[in-house]
């Protein structure tokens, strides 16, 4: 069963730094955009950025826009998401999960029902 493994959650003060790690496998980076999604209790799954296999495009909604940044290592076989200036609002899961119907990520934005391979997350805690 494939699946990617999220690491690198924590508990960490308002206004501090986290690097999420994604790991795929290699197929899975080559050929589908990688997306990273949060999920807080009581709200829906959230797209906060994407990561085309086919160019390095990437994509991030304007909620995390400026703070977050969504990198590649090919020869690791993973993505990361490096998280800054952290809020308590972004307290939540973090996924990371596969496009099957793009290489490039959707200029207008990344919904979860187009996604597979959902990993089993990683809490992030804004908290002081």
Do not use: H
């Not at 999920?39 to 950025?49: F, L, N, T």
């Not at 993505?79 to 959707?106: F, G, I, K, W």
């Amino acid at each position: 069963q494939v699946q990617l493994v999220e690491s690198g959650g924590g508990l960490v003060q308002p206004g501090g730094s986290l690097k999420l790690s994604c790991a795929a496998p290699e197929f899975i980076l080559d050929y589908y955009a990688i997306g990273w999604f949060r999920q807080a209790p009581g709200k829906e799954r959230e797209g906060v950025s994407c990561i085309s296999s086919s160019d390095g495009s990437t994509y991030y909604p304007n909620s995390v826009k400026g703070r977050f940044s969504i990198s590649r290592d090919n020869a690791k076989n993973t993505v990361y998401l490096q998280m800054n200036s952290l809020q308590p609002e972004d307290t939540a899961a973090y996924y990371c999960a596969a496009d099957l119907m793009r290489r490039r990520c959707a200029e207008s934005g990344i919904t979860a029902t187009d996604f597979a391979y959902w990993g089993q997350g990683t809490q992030v805690t804004v908290s002081s």
